[in-house]
């Protein structure tokens, strides 16, 4: 891949107000394929000057007549036809993905047609927002105003760079907010390659600014700024906790989308061969770094026998390959330190007395990349370093429950999160009393892994709060207005 790759252009500079620009202090960062160890590309960090220029240029925009005062339908079809550009150039898009991110092309272009349609759905919101009239005591009128909050800071981890960034941006533009995206430091090249778009699909220079550089810097100047108005944050809970913190200074709206431990529950009675489908897709997709990955595979005791069979027949045929062979389905982590810390929480499996049933190492791909061997463990229990801890990264902890839905629910629960969770059964009274009892925001029921833009996402417990996608998502980037107007 080398030589094909370092004569592609990749796009490696800020993008402030409609322009590329280096760093103010020249500061730079190697971003690495994971998938062949090699260094593809040099990018600008941002320091806190370019934060500061950046939030600038979103604010001039704000104020001025380009964004939050046009008409909202024509802020609506900017929005739509980002939407639109992103498909236009999927292949584009999908391939940088897969090179920064080490992701399969076929999971990125998915990623990119879920970006995509992510704008074309707020792009049709923009004109549907409005406020009501309200009937109070008195010779008078009120009525409420849906505004925007002004400059909103998007920071987002390197799992799905370019979804989880349109999961932020497109509502906060089409709410008539601008944006200034930090991605993670790991993954800039499809963010900014969006922020570029944006000028394309005729959005002014300044609503949509990126600024790579790494959270320490960029991302903490960002939620520390006087002049942003909020932070909409997804990444891990430990960085979240701190900028609730950092937030508290300026008293800055925020939303928190974090980590997780979901469970995947299958009972007894489920159709087996579509929960084993069900628990690989849940933990293997996206090689396990997924927020909401099915990491605890609970089941009822009397099937464990049948889905331990049926999970290793299918864990031992997936092999990870080059992830731009379009035939990939399990690509490479996204770096070496993610991957050492993946293989760390497998030593600890087994150190803390779990049993290894399938992968547990490194497995490089000709030769080279972070790739780690879909691994299963059973025996786990509850108290397990493995079934505690976010591993981010392909490995699945299989336990048991007895007591039917009484003790799949506490198991379950048992967490301090509440992403998300999947139940697998054929009793679909069952399915849905055990859909109530299970403290999360996404219950998927003899499915996995589904999200939709109109599909509301986010977290229960310590996932965070707030909400992405859906209509949910609006309130999180307006803000409401009263008015009062005397009749007598
Ligand atoms: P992370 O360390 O929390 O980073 C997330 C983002 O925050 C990155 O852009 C990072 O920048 C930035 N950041 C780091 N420190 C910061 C600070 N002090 N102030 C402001 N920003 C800061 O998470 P990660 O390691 O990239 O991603 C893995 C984690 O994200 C997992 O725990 C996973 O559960 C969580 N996640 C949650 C969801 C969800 O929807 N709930 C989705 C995906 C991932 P740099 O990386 O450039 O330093
Ligand atoms: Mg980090």
Not at 177 to 190: G, I, M, Q, R, Y
Not at 374 to 383: I, K, M, N, Y
């Amino acid at each position: 891949m080398g030589a094909g790759v370092a004569t592609e252009t990749l796009p490696t500079r800020l993008f402030i107000n409609g322009e590329q620009l280096d760093a103010a202090e020249g500061r730079t960062h190697d971003v690495i394929n994971p998938a062949t160890e090699e260094v593809i590309a040099s990018v600008a960090a941002a320091g806190e000057e370019d934060v500061d220029r950046a939030v600038r240029s979103a604010r001039a925009t704000f104020e001025s007549d380009k964004w939050r005062k046009l008409s909202a339908r024509q802020r609506g079809e900017a929005v739509w036809r980002l939407g639109e550009l992103i498909l236009k150039n999927k292949e584009e898009l999908a391939r940088l993905e897969t090179l920064n991110n080490g992701k399969p092309v076929f999971e990125s272009m998915i990623d990119v047609r879920l970006a995509a349609a992510t704008y074309k759905y707020y792009g049709g919101w923009a004109d549907k927002i409005h406020g009501e009239t309200i009937p109070v005591d008195g010779p008078f009128l009120n009525y409420t105003l849906r505004e925007p909050l002004g400059v909103v800071g998007a920071i987002v981890p390197w799992n799905f760079p370019i979804s989880l960034a349109a999961w932020k941006v497109a509502p906060a533009l089409a709410c008539g907010n601008t944006v200034v995206l930090k991605p993670a430091e790991l993954t800039p090249f499809t963010a900014i390659r969006m922020a570029e778009l944006a000028i394309e699909a005729g959005l002014p220079p300044g609503a949509f600014n990126c600024i790579p550089g790494p959270g320490s810097v960029a991302g903490s100047a960002l939620v520390k700024h006087s002049d942003v108005d909020k932070i909409a944050f997804t990444g891990s809970t430990e960085v979240g906790k701190q900028i609730m913190r950092d937030a508290a200074g300026t008293v800055k709206k925020i939303s928190l989308e974090l980590g997780g431990k979901s469970p995947n529950i299958v009972y007894a009675d489920a159709d087996l061969d579509a929960a084993a489908r069900g628990a690989l897709t849940g933990i293997f997709y996206g090689k396990g770094e997924v927020c909401a990955a099915g990491s605890r595979l609970l089941v009822e005791d009397s099937a464990a026998e049948e889905m331990r069979t049926r999970i290793l027949e299918r864990a031992k045929k997936m092999v990870a390959g080059d992830p731009l062979d379009p035939k990939t389905r399990l690509g490479a982590l996204v770096s070496k330190r993610q991957m050492e810390r993946v293989l760390g929480y497998i030593e600890s499996g087994k150190s803390e007395g779990a049993t290894l049933l399938s992968g547990g190492a490194r497995t490089p791909v000709n030769g080279k990349g972070y790739f780690v061997q879909p691994t299963v463990f059973e025996g786990v229990d509850r108290e397990m370093t493995i079934a505690r801890e976010e591993i981010f990264g392909p490995v699945l902890a299989m336990m048991t429950f007895s007591d039917g839905m009484t003790g799949a629910t506490e198991l379950a629960n048992a967490t301090i999160y509440g992403l998300a969770a999947g139940i697998w059964t054929r009793d679909i009274k069952k399915a849905l009393r055990t859909a109530r009892e299970i403290r999360a925001g996404t219950v998927w029921i003899n499915t996995y892994n589904m999200y939709d833009a109109a599909s509301p996402f986010g977290g229960f417990k310590q996932s965070g709060f707030g909400r992405d996608l859906g209509v949910h998502a609006l309130e999180g980037y307006t803000q409401v207005k009263s008015v009062w107007v005397d009749l007598s």
